[in-house]
T-cell receptor
Framework: NAGVTQTPKFRILKIGQSMTLQCTQD?????MYWYRQDPGMGLKLIYY???????DKGEVPNGYNVSRSTTEDFPLRLELAAPSQTSVYFC??????????FGPGTRLTVL | AQKITQTQPGMFVQEKEAVTLDCTYD???????LFWYKQPSSGEMIFLIY??????QNATEGRYSLNFQKARKSANLVISASQLGDSAMYFC??????????FGTGTSLTVIP
């Protein structure tokens, strides 16, 4: 099992550009999550999904969109990137509402 | 109000000693979960331990135990017999009903040889 994989590992965007962060899990987990971690801070939940076709907002959803067309994939879309979106993005999945398995993260810089 | 509060930005512990990392939480949901994660300098998030709000016993996982005091809304992590590899950031987190997750700002633990 690869677990939770994220691509890309690093990315630099210019202000106003858009991009999609990819997240895939091969554990057949129903629950998937996107977090951002700003320097020296804890994680903040952006969006989550409890199954294919179902998504919901977390604490900091503005500027992001998600979709969940399959159990395995949960891409995060950034539209009109802003410097405030410079962060490390983590995707996670879980079978139940307990332990989450995290991907390695994507380090995004918006200049 | 902060959902998760970790008041210790940095902690030091002697190798082989025990250390307690503090966490308090704020929720009005009767059903919630509490988690601790470790983040080494390499950046990955490693799950350590979980406590459900209805669990009667304190959770334990190897050298990790969670001191759950429901009335005080605290969920402190105890690491016994500290090892050099325990040096990392430690995050306390809470899942509320509705699947919202909240993380604290973390405690940096340094284990001294």
């Amino acid at each position: 099992n690869a677990g939770v994989t994220q691509t890309p590992k690093f990315r630099i965007l210019k202000i106003g550009q858009s991009m999609t962060l990819q997240c895939t899990q091969d554990m057949n987990h129903n629950y998937m999550y996107w977090y951002r971690q700003d320097p020296g801070m804890g994680l903040k939940l952006i969006y989550y999904s409890v199954g294919a076709g179902i998504t919901d907002k977390g604490e900091v959803p503005n500027g992001y969109n998600v979709s969940r067309s399959t159990t395995e994939d949960f891409p995060l879309r950034l539209e009109l990137a802003a410097p405030s979106q410079t962060s490390v993005y983590f995707c996670a999945s879980s079978y139940s509402r307990a332990e989450q398995f995290f991907g390695p993260g994507t380090r995004l810089t918006v200049l | 109000a902060q959902k998760i509060t970790q008041t210790q930005p940095g902690m030091f512990v002697q190798e082989k000693e025990a250390v307690t990392l503090d966490c308090t939480y704020d929720t009005s949901d009767p059903s919630y979960g509490l988690f601790w994660y470790k983040q080494p300098s390499s950046g990955e998030m490693i799950f350590l331990i979980y406590q459900g709000s209805y669990d009667q016993q304190n959770a334990t996982e190897g050298r990790y135990s969670l001191n759950f005091q429901k009335a005080r809304k605290s969920a402190n992590l105890v690491i016994s017999a500290s090892q050099l590899g325990d040096s990392a950031m430690y995050f306390c987190a809470m899942r509320e009903a509705g699947n919202q997750f909240y993380f604290g700002t973390g405690t940096s633990l340094t284990v001294i040889p």
